[in-house]
Structures are given as C-alpha cells and as structure tokens.
C-alpha cells in the first residue's frame, strides 16, 4: 500500500538552531515527491518538487533532498516567521491514479526568538 | 496573477441545508481536486477532475457531490447526507497528463461550520 509518514510530528526550535523533518515513502513508482508549507487557517503553499533520488532544491533557508525511501526537509538558522505546518506529499507512476497526491500527517514547526 | 479563488472564506449553514462551495483557477490547468481538512487528520482528497465534464471519486466521496462544466471551476456542493460537514475545505489544481508530476496548488480553503 502507498504509504506516506512524516517525523516528527511536532518540532521545536531556537530561533538559528537548524534541524531537519523527515518524510518516508513507500510507492509503486514515484513521480514526484512534494513539500509544501501550510500556515493555520490558509491553503498550502508550494515549496518544492523532487524527482529522482540524489536530487536537491533549495530556497532561502530550506533544502529539500531524496533518496530511494525518504525525503528530508532541512532548515538552516530558522527564524520565527518558518513556523508553520509542512506537508509531504507524493505522486505515483501507476496509471489510474494519476492526480492523486498521497499525503502525510505533517510536521508543525515552532521557532521561538 | 494567476492562481485558484475559493469563496467564501467562512460560511455557516444549518443542518439539513446543501451548501456549495466555489473554486475557480486562472492557471490553465487541466486538473481540479477537492480536499478535507480536519484536524489531526491530513488532508483527504473529495474529488477529483482530470478533464471537463469528467470526474472522480476520492478516497470520502459519499455527501458529497461535484460538477465540472467549465475547464475554471469546480464548485463542490456538500449534502445533507454528510454526517459531519464542519471542515476546512481546499481546492487545488495541477497540469495534467502523462509528462506531467501532477504538482497540485492550492486556494485559500473555505472553512464550514454546521450547527
């Protein structure tokens, strides 16, 4: 079964500690891996997409990497405004499932000054 | 800008009473989802549309229903048979097709309260 599991749950930090967020997958065929960010009472934002295993994007103060089975999300020097909640989510190669992003539980991420 | 409305933000209905809620992208894109947020639940996809005047069931389809007659919108009415329709709805859209990662982008969600 398609599976998507996210740790910690609940994170917090210093403001400037870095620290990373896992998310384990396990697909038949991965299309492409998603982290999005989500803030209390608005729509997830867009962060990045991963492809293929080794592969690395960053923005600001995140980087997101892949391998075969997981993904990480790492954050260096975090400041007060990256909390929020942040989603992983995938997508798989099977025909008729196309479309549909299987989600984890999220990581709620706290930075305190 | 381009991207995905939902309106209204709130809305409060009484049981027993439809409710349909707006989702409307100017992104060009093929695809439309509805999902359900509750808390400490994930997000738990509604529907789904991969082309006009087409549509799938999700993973909690039942009290709900959809319609896709334009490739922008894809409202969503929410029934009187839903058991417990007080949520936090999302809307989304992607690109569709074989080439494509399915990337989803999300609107603004619409929170319902049912009393």
């Known amino acids: 079964e398609d599976q998507v599991t996210q740790s910690p749950e609940a994170l917090r930090l210093q403001e400037g500690e870095s620290s990373s967020l896992n998310c384990s997958y396990t697909?038949?065929?991965?299309?492409?891996l998603f982290w999005y960010r989500q803030d209390p009472g608005k729509g997830p934002e867009f962060l990045f997409t991963?492809?293929?295993a080794g592969e690395e994007k960053e923005k600001e103060r995140l980087k997101a990497t892949l391998t075969k089975k997981e993904s990480f999300l790492h954050i260096t020097a975090p400041k007060p405004e990256d909390s929020a909640t942040y989603l992983c989510a995938v997508s798989t190669l099977v025909y008729n499932q196309g479309g549909k992003l299987i989600f984890g539980q999220g990581t709620e991420l706290s930075v305190k000054p | 800008d381009g991207g995905i409305t939902q309106s209204p933000k709130y809305l409060f209905r009484k049981e027993g009473q439809n409710v349909t809620l707006s989702c409307e992208q100017n992104?060009?894109?093929?695809?439309m989802y509805w999902y359900r947020q509750d808390p400490g639940q994930g997000l738990r996809l509604i529907y789904y549309s991969q082309i006009v005047n087409d549509f799938q069931k999700g993973d909690i389809a039942e009290g709900y229903s959809v319609s896709r007659e334009k490739k922008e919108s894809f409202p969503l009415t929410v029934t009187s048979a839903q058991k417990n329709p007080t949520a936090f709805y999302l809307c989304?859209?992607?690109?569709?097709?074989?080439?494509?990662?399915?990337?989803?982008?999300f609107g603004p969600g619409t929170r319902l309260t049912v009393t």
């Open positions: 991963l492809y293929s």
């Open positions: 697909v038949s065929g991965l299309r492409g």
């Open positions: 992104l060009n894109h093929d695809a």
């Open positions: 989304a859209s992607s690109i569709a097709g074989p080439r494509s990662s399915y990337e989803q982008y």
